[in-house]
């Protein structure tokens, strides 16, 4: 309930603050505005080119390669071993 009160008068305060210095509030908002947009903008850039430089360290990884030729290596061993069993079967 103390906050409901609290928040009540701060809000009314604030409303009547408000409405008493408009104009101060617009050269505030004024001065504040373009800061804000030069801060973001500033954030979106750096973001961006590390977002990019990230992009350019990303080269077509050897390794994928080494797996594939390791892959058909083992498939190469256990067709050899598939006949030896199927050899050993018909013996």
């Known amino acids: ?37 030069l801060l973001g903008g500033a954030l979106a850039i750096y973001l961006g080119f590390d977002e990019l430089k990230d992009s350019w360290k990303k080269e077509p990884d050897e390794t994928v390669v080494e797996k594939d030729e390791e892959v058909e290596k083992y498939r190469q061993e256990i067709d050899t071993l598939k006949k030896e069993i199927k050899d050993l079967k018909t013996d």
Not at 4 to 13: K, R, W
């Open 1 to 37: 309930m103390k906050t409901l009160v609290g928040g009540s008068v701060a809000a009314a305060l604030g409303l009547i603050g408000l409405g008493i210095w408009w104009a101060e509030f617009l050269m505030v908002l004024a001065g504040i505005v373009p800061v804000m947009l």
